[in-house]
């Protein structure tokens, strides 16, 4: 069995023109039709709102009398009378006519008649048997109204609906127009905030170029190989003190606890400065380390006694430590490089091309921040725009395929719209 190919359509546009050909003989006549059914109706419901503006003056006339007779019941009508006014004002005809719009007006008024009729049903008799003309001309009108409403209904249910399909179509290729127009727009404005990006991007890149220079040349970098050079210094004062690590602190913990041993505070502080910041406290010391020296010789005379009660391995091991910087001198060299370093690293951070060099790190990297802000701002923008745009692609390819199935549905013929 052969299936029919689908009809191509490359634009909407295209598919709309052929739609319209197709369909104009049908719909030109359901819809001529439904207007002058929409026009009777507005027509109608204007004279109901006449009748009851002229209910509401007659009751108003005996009100002003002050018949006790009539009063009650004219103040009753005239309540009435306004509640009608009111509910009719609500009821708008559509400007453009559909199936939805004409169905939609259809309940509308249905809800108004089927309140209105509960009112006339419990208060027309209420007030008779006065305004026996007026509300016999109201009836009249209304049961009139009631008529134009049935043909209206009838109408749209009967024979209207059955255009439903074939009008939704239009319209959903008039929104589907309308949502590629947006789509355009959409576009436009993604190409435009990526062009925003490439400006930022370059000009982060540059001064990311520049802040690497000047960290890996000039006075930044020679002080940061002069700091590399103190963290290897401060590691072999670190490994050549290692072994008078705990002989230090049970020291320090003697003299706490007032245990003698003859350990001034100014020596107690120099201990503590050994153990955390060997270089540091080294360049301060004089040449030769006059007061470490000390402090080893009375450390000397406290592991003789065995007053730091040290196992013997820890004890062999700090004897060996204090012989060789005692009487060897073996931090006689390293103190030196240190302090050759130090004066070299301190000249170096009060030269005022260090100090030029730091605020142009400084106003570099504040001037990265703020790109990069901008560039944080510029991509949120361009990824909510982006799934706008994404989310308006798929419901333009929804809308294609809900056309092509309306217009099966309609007139049995596939097309395809690209």
Known sequence: MLTEAATQFTSSEEAKRWLENQTTATLSPVQTQAKKLRDDMNLTLQLVTEISKQLSDASNKEIERQNMKVYNRARALNKLSRIFIERLKKLTPPEQVSYDTMNRYAQEIQRVFYVTDIDLKNWF??????????????????????????????????????????????????????????????????????????????????????????????????????????????????????????????????????????????????????????????????????????????????????????????????????????HKNTLDNLQIRCKEIATTRSYLLTSSDLDETTRNLTQYQEQLNQLRTRRTSVETHETTKANTYQETVDKINSLKRNIEKNVYAALGKKIQIS
Do not use: C, W
């Open 125 to 326: 008799p209420r007030i008779s048997p006065f305004f026996i003309m007026d509300r016999r001309k109201f009836l009249a009108v209304y049961e009139k109204a009631r008529q134009v409403y049935n043909n209206l209904n009838d109408y749209i249910r009967k024979e209207y609906i059955k255009t439903k399909t074939l009008e939704e179509a239009i319209q959903q290729l008039n929104e589907l127009q309308n949502i590629e127009k947006q789509r355009l727009t959409l576009q436009e404005d993604k190409t435009k905030i990526h062009n925003e990006l490439l400006p930022i991007e370059q000009e982060i890149t540059e001064i990311e170029q520049k802040i690497i220079t000047l960290k890996n040349s000039g006075p930044l970098d020679k002080l940061n190989s002069i700091n590399a050079e103190i963290e290897n210094l401060s590691n072999e004062l670190k490994s050549d003190l290692r072994h008078l690590q705990k002989p230090f602190i049970k020291m320090q913990s003697l003299a706490i606890s007032g245990g003698g041993g003859g350990i001034t505070p100014d020596e107690l502080v120099k201990i503590n400065q050994y153990l955390d910041a060997p270089f540091e406290v080294v360049v301060q010391e004089q040449q030769s380390y006059p007061m470490l020296r000390e402090i080893l010789e009375k450390l000397e005379g406290m592991m003789t006694k065995d007053t730091l009660k040290l196992k013997p391995d820890k004890a062999r091991k700090a004897e060996q430590s204090i012989n060789e910087i005692l």
